[in-house]
């Protein structure tokens, strides 16, 4: 069962532009972090939201956190083709353990 | 500060062989978590540790896995034996307590069973 789904699945941009990243759910989360990845590596956390309605702002990167605490979404004003990479929303912990849950991804390219 | 490690960073093996995995978390981290990325899906929680013992390992996906963290320091996951199945990448993080939410990744093992 995929708790965390995330859309777009892939995204092609040109440089510039602005891009919308969605994490939905139907559970609730203690939290919901965002990391980036690149090949090769681990991800690398950008953020963590831990209240309803929470906004956070990294640079050119916007995170907000649902009211309800189920979804997150992820804006990036005028992407840069360093932007590229995998980003990967995760929640926990949950009432039923401290394990976290992973989305499946978002494969951004920002073409110069 | 040094990150988290894992070692090694790729292995090959042939099904029915076994293979130890091994985690090296940020020094005074207590809280060490076991993840798998199989191709196609998303990353999946496998075991928590605080210290030495064992958390959560409810995410382990059957008794051919075996992880272990003597001392509360490093930690291995052994596999054995390997099945096709198991393949993917295996990450290791640690975050500094329970309830942190901060976790910081190892760069991963890919785990190639032939």
């Known amino acids: 069962t995929q708790l965390l789904e995330q859309s777009p699945q892939f995204l092609s941009i040109q440089e510039g532009e602005n891009l919308t990243v969605y994490c939905n759910s139907s559970s609730v989360f203690s939290s919901l972090q965002w990391y980036r990845q690149e090949p090769g590596e681990g991800p690398v956390l950008l953020v963590t939201?831990?209240?309803?309605?929470e906004v956070k702002k990294l640079k050119r990167l916007t995170f907000q956190f649902g009211d309800a605490r189920k979804d997150s979404s992820l804006h990036i004003t005028a992407a840069q083709p360093g932007d590229t990479g995998l980003y990967l929303c995760?929640?926990?912990?949950?009432?039923?353990?401290?394990?976290?849950?992973f989305g499946t991804g978002t494969s951004l390219t920002v073409i110069p | 500060e040094a990150g988290v490690t894992q070692f090694p960073s790729h292995s090959v093996i042939e099904k029915g062989q076994t293979v130890t995995l091994r985690c090296d978390p940020i020094?005074?981290?207590?809280?060490l978590y076991w993840y798998r990325r199989v191709m196609g899906k998303e990353i999946k929680f496998l075991l928590h540790?605080?210290?030495?013992?064992?958390?959560?390992e409810s995410g382990m996906p059957n008794n051919r896995f075996l992880a272990e963290r003597t001392g509360g320091t490093y930690s291995t996951l052994k596999v054995q034996p390997a099945e096709l199945e198991d393949s993917g990448v295996y990450f290791c993080a640690s975050t500094t307590g329970t309830g942190a939410y901060e976790q910081y990744f190892g760069p991963g093992t890919r785990l190639t069973v032939t």
């Open positions: 939201v831990v209240t309803g309605g």
């Open positions: 995760a929640g926990g912990p949950r009432n039923t353990g401290n394990q976290f849950y």
């Open positions: 020094s005074g981290h207590d809280n």
């Open positions: 540790f605080v210290k030495e013992s064992k958390q959560d």
